[in-house]
């Protein structure tokens, strides 16, 4: 078990489907370890996160370490933390910031990587993107309003929307989201981190 896991990361770190497209090349970063509690969903790595190749390793990461009120050395324990976002690599820069993530990854290693997940008690999905995958069959019009219906998933998966920086007005118009969803969030997961 232990020799497939492991032969199935390697696979997946030196994964190259997506290379054409890619503008800086391949370079897939995430984090799992089959033991991890928590599972964090989500887009595509950022250009410094894929130039430091650690998830989350950028102002977007010091805010979700916020709203979940972990510290890094917590954050980036693989025993505890699953990061796998639904593109593996950077896809490059557009007109209005990052391209969405490459398709190949959920279509070539999602299921599998899921698979080897079997203790996850809590599920982030931060975005469109990784609502769209996880919470298959939800339809709603917009992020804010699937956000707003939070508790419909509770207690295994909260949808959130992306910490990045660029949402500071959406943040700001959505006060309701730090006072209702962040408290329960972080109270989940000190629960569920205290169990480890």
């Known amino acids: 078990m232990e020799n497939d896991f492991k032969g199935l990361i390697d696979k997946v770190k030196s994964c190259c489907i997506c290379e054409p497209f890619l503008p800086f090349g391949p370079n897939p970063v995430f984090q799992i370890k089959p033991d991890a509690r928590i599972l964090i ?13 650690i998830p989350f390793n950028d102002p977007s990461g010091d805010r979700l370490r916020h709203w979940m009120g972990v510290n890094r050395k917590t954050f980036y324990d693989e025993n505890l933390m699953a990061i796998l976002p639904m593109g593996f690599c950077y896809p490059g820069t557009g007109k209005s910031g990052d391209l969405p993530p490459r398709p190949e990854c959920a279509l070539h290693w999602r299921e599998r990587l899921l698979a080897s997940l079997p203790h996850i008690q809590l599920t982030l999905v931060i975005g469109q993107y ?8 939800w339809k709603s019009q917009t992020l804010t309003e ?13 949808p959130l929307p992306h910490p990045s920086p660029r949402n500071n007005i959406w943040i700001k118009r959505n006060d309701w989201f730090e006072k209702e969803v962040l408290p329960d969030l972080r109270a989940k997961v000190f629960h569920i981190l205290k169990q480890h």
């Open 130 to 137: 990784a609502i769209n995958y996880h919470l298959k069959g």
């Open 41 to 53: 969903v989500g887009q595509a790595p950022g250009r410094r996160v894929h130039e430091t190749g």
């Open 146 to 158: 699937t956000v707003k219906k939070w508790r419909d998933f509770w207690p295994e998966i909260v």
